[in-house]
């Protein structure tokens, strides 16, 4: 069964970096993009990065340009995605996901088949 595990999360003051995991299992490893979505509280979920497996392709949504950035390691079927300079407007639960093929349309969580269930990040001012 196809599976995505997030860790890392956790509480951190405003000016803090965090590093986000999401390990994959065999069944979506190598293929199609991996992508980091946030949703807080009473908003909609936003598109935050995201990776292609094979080209190392990378996205970034506006608000963590020159921020956040998003990396995979092959060997261990992991992406990562590390946050610098957090703002307590980065507060949310983080979700690491996958669709098997690449190009338009990555920003969108209804692309996405598959999802880690999330992990909690809550910045401090």
């Known amino acids: 069964q196809v599976q995505l595990v997030e860790s890392g999360g956790g509480l951190v003051q405003a000016g803090d970096s965090l590093r986000l995991s999401c390990s994959a299992s065999r069944g979506i490893f190598g293929a199609g993009i991996m992508a980091w979505f946030r949703q807080a509280a009473g908003k909609e979920r936003e598109f935050v990065a995201g990776?292609?497996?094979?080209?190392?392709?990378?996205y970034y949504g506006d608000s963590v340009k020159g921020r956040f950035t998003i990396s995979r390691d092959n060997a261990k079927s992991t992406v990562y995605l590390e946050m610098n300079s957090l703002k307590p407007e980065d507060t949310a639960v983080y979700s690491c996901?996958?669709?098997?093929?690449?190009?338009?349309?990555?920003?969108?969580?209804?692309?996405?088949?598959?999802w880690g269930q999330g992990t909690q990040v809550t910045v401090s001012s």
């Open positions: 990776i292609t497996w094979e080209g190392s392709l990378t």
């Open positions: 996901a996958h669709r098997y093929y690449t190009g338009v349309g990555y920003s969108f969580p209804s692309s996405y088949a598959t």
